[in-house]
C-alpha cells in the first residue's frame, strides 16, 4: 500500500509564495492520476488541483493562475507551487491518488497564510 508524506507548509503572508512536496513510499507514483487537497478548519476536505500518470494537469477555479501542480516520478514526488497566497489558502494541504476512494491518508503540512 502506497503512503505519503507532505512536507513544505508554514506560515507566509498574504502576497506570498510556497512550494510543498508529497512523497510517496511503497508504490511508484507514475501509474496513478496523483492530487493535492486541501482541508481547512470546520470545512470538508476539497480538492485542489489534479495531475495525470501522463502530466496533464487541472486546478481548481479558486487556486487557478495561483498554484501549479507537477510531478517528478523518479523521485516518486508531487509538488504544489503557491504563489499569490491569501488567507483562505490556511488549510492543511494532502496529497493522494486521484480520485481517492480507499487508502490511507498522510499526516498532511499545514500552510497558514497571516500577517
Known amino acids: 500500500q502506497v503512503q505519503f508524506v507532505e512536507s513544505g507548509g508554514g506560515l507566509v503572508q498574504p502576497g506570498g509564495s510556497l512550494k510543498i512536496s508529497c512523497a510517496a513510499s511503497?508504490?511508484?507514483?507514475?501509474?496513478?492520476?496523483m492530487a493535492w487537497y486541501r482541508q481547512a478548519p470546520g470545512k470538508q476536505r476539497e480538492l485542489v488541483a489534479t495531475?495525470?500518470?501522463?502530466?496533464?494537469?487541472n486546478h481548481g477555479d479558486s487556486v487557478k493562475g495561483r498554484f501549479t501542480i507537477s510531478r517528478d516520478n523518479a523521485k516518486n514526488t508531487v509538488y504544489l507551487q503557491m504563489n499569490s497566497l491569501n488567507p483562505e489558502d490556511t488549510a492543511v494541504y494532502y496529497c493522494n491518488k486521484y480520485p481517492w476512494r480507499t487508502g490511507s491518508w498522510g499526516q498532511g503540512t499545514q500552510v497558514t497564510v497571516s500577517s
Open positions: 511503497g508504490r511508484r507514483l507514475s501509474m496513478y492520476a
Open positions: 495531475i495525470t500518470s501522463g502530466g496533464a494537469t
